[in-house]
Each structure stands twice: as structure tokens, then as C-alpha cells.
């Protein structure tokens, strides 16, 4: 089988068996190619032809950058200045304005020779002048003493110094000076100071000695508390048992043991442990001799069983009762 050299269509040869479907491939592929080249021919329009002056691709997007109706204009090189129009940030000057800016002085500082601008020195002293200051006024026009400010009444006014108590001035008018001088005085200081000297204030109060004797009698951490009564009862109140409810109760305190075993005192509270103290030493130990048996019959005989055990009981709340009598008998005491 061989193969066309473009598409590679099929060629069985005579000594191939003749397949129908490498017919059918063969058909697909011109059908292929038949339509890639209906779709990529340019159809031929009436009253135009070819012509050898090809149309490029850059030449349309040229075409396409050009607005309709634009002309081959050429800008000016220069314009006149009327045609501009000023704003804020450009303005025209003329001749004469420049002329003018020229002939100021430059921004060199002034000297005794030259015009120039002034110095910031120079600016700093003329506003230290007053106005009408003269040249050569060497004067106190003020002379301050403590707070007091003695201020001269013409240019050529006098200040006079007058001595006072312990003090001696000595003038010297040829080295224009004044010598103040002063009778030594010693000063103490008094060791101690009267109350009403000195000055009290927020933090610092003198107290009385109601005070002092008060606040000493107040306990320490003792709290600010009101009572206006106790049990309907105003000022100045002494509570007694009856105003809290305990009028039957006695004043007395706790029995200790020996107290409680010795059974004697009649003005002690007994606790339970006390008690139960008491009763082991004061009960008596129970003897045969306080329990008594009648011996009435046979009790152990099968009609007499019963009535052996209840005479045994009723013997027995006999010696219980007995003991609670010794009991009540030793608290009563």
C-alpha cells in the first residue's frame, strides 16, 4: 500500500486487497481539505479586479488611527503673547516691572559702605531701641529695693541713701562709690515658740487636752457606733437579765468534778460529763442483800415458769427504781 506524498492518501497496489473503508479515508481527507479551501477563498466582487499594489495590515491600522476629517495640519512654532491666557501661577511682566526689580538691592547684608538688607542683629537691636531713646544716657531709670520700685521723675533725677539704725554709708565721690557698713548684731534664736506663732493648716492642727484625754480613752480599733436604745430603754442604759429575757436564770458557774463527785454545792451548773461523774461516784453498788427472793413454790415446774419470771422482773423495777431515788436524791443535794 502506498501513500500520496501531500495528504497521504491511500494507493492499494495489484497485489492488495482492495479495502472499501481506505476508500472512505480517502474521502474524508479531500473532504476536509476541499473545505478548508472554500473557507479561506476571497470571493470576487463586481467591478473590482487584482491589482499588484497589495493592501498591508499596517497600512489599515494607520487608516484606522486617523479621525474622520483630519487635515495635514502643521503647528507654529511660536505664538504671540496676547494668544496666551494668564492664571494664578503664570502672569506676563513687563519692561519697566523688571527694570524696576533689577535696580533693588541684592540680598547681601548691609554694611557701613554698601546698601544691603538688614541683619537679623541688626533687626534684634533696632526693636530694643525705644522711641526718642538719646545717645549716651548712662542711667538707672529704675531702682527696685524689695518690692518697692523707685522710678526716676526726669532724666537727671536723684537717688539718695539715707543710713539706717546700725548702718554707716560712706560716699566716695572720686571712685564713684558708696560704702555701706554695719554695727555687728548677733542674732539667737529662741529655743522654744509659743503655740499662737505658729500657722495651722490642713495637715497640721494643735489638739486640746479634752481632746488628747479623749481620744486616749477610746480602745484601740474601736468602731463609730450609734445606739439609740436597748430594751426600750434611752441614754445612758445598764442592762440587766430580765431586759434579754433570762430573769429565772442564776448566776452561777460550772461545776468541776471534785465539785460535782462532792455533791455539796448548790450554786453550780452541772455539764453532762459532770453528771455522768457524779453519778458513778455517789450511786451505791447494789448488794444481794437489797434483793430478796420468796421462795413460794416450785418456779422451775412446768406451771410455774411464768410466774417465777414476772416475779423476777417486778424485783428488778424494784432496785431500778431504787437507783433512780439515790440519783435525783444526789442532784437535789
Not at 494507493?11 to 480517502?26: A, L, R, S, W, Y
Request: net charge negative; glycine share 8%; aromatic share 4%.
Amino acid at each position: 500500500m502506498q501513500l500520496t506524498g501531500n495528504y497521504n492518501l491511500k494507493k492499494p497496489e495489484g497485489t492488495d486487497v482492495v479495502n472499501i473503508q481506505d476508500f472512505n479515508d480517502n474521502a474524508d481527507i479531500m473532504d476536509a481539505q476541499l473545505k478548508l479551501l472554500n473557507d479561506n477563498k476571497v470571493d470576487k466582487e463586481s467591478g473590482k479586479g487584482l491589482s499588484t499594489n497589495d493592501y498591508t495590515t499596517t497600512e489599515k491600522n494607520k487608516l484606522a488611527g486617523i479621525a474622520a476629517g483630519a487635515n495635514n495640519y502643521v503647528h507654529p512654532s511660536t505664538h504671540p503673547a496676547s494668544l496666551i491666557v494668564e492664571d494664578s501661577t503664570h502672569r506676563f511682566v513687563t519692561d519697566s516691572e523688571k527694570a524696576s526689580w533689577n535696580g533693588k538691592a541684592s540680598t547681601e547684608v548691609a554694611t557701613t559702605s554698601a546698601n544691603g538688607l538688614m541683619s537679623i542683629a541688626d533687626k534684634t537691636k533696632l526693636n530694643g531701641i525705644a522711641t526718642g531713646a538719646e545717645v549716651n544716657q548712662n542711667a538707672f531709670s529704675n531702682v527696685k529695693v524689695g518690692s518697692t520700685t523707685i522710678a526716676s521723675d526726669t532724666k537727671s533725677d536723684t537717688l539718695e541713701l539715707v543710713a539706717g539704725a546700725n548702718v554707716t554709708l560712706t560716699p566716695d565721690a572720686t571712685n564713684d562709690k558708696i560704702t555701706i557698713s554695719s554695727t555687728d548684731t548677733i542674732y539667737t534664736h529662741p529655743s522654744t515658740h509659743p503655740a499662737t506663732m505658729i500657722t495651722e493648716d490642713a495637715t497640721h492642727r494643735f489638739m486640746t487636752d479634752a481632746e488628747r484625754t479623749k481620744i486616749t480613752g477610746i480602745e484601740a480599733g474601736a468602731q463609730v457606733n450609734t445606739v439609740t436604745s436597748v430594751a426600750g430603754k434611752t441614754g445612758v442604759v445598764v442592762v440587766s437579765k430580765s431586759d434579754v429575757g433570762l430573769s429565772s436564770v442564776q448566776n452561777y458557774g460550772l461545776a468541776t468534778q471534785a465539785e460535782a463527785e462532792a455533791g455539796t454545792s448548790d450554786a453550780k451548773y452541772m455539764t453532762p460529763l459532770k453528771t455522768k461523774q457524779a453519778i458513778l461516784k455517789l450511786a451505791p453498788t447494789p448488794t444481794t442483800s437489797s434483793l430478796t427472793i420468796t421462795d413460794s413454790g416450785n418456779y422451775f415446774g412446768s406451771n410455774n415458769v411464768e410466774g417465777a419470771l414476772q416475779e423476777i422482773g417486778q424485783t428488778l423495777n424494784g432496785v431500778r427504781g431504787s437507783l433512780i431515788d439515790s440519783v435525783n436524791e444526789i442532784l437535789n443535794s
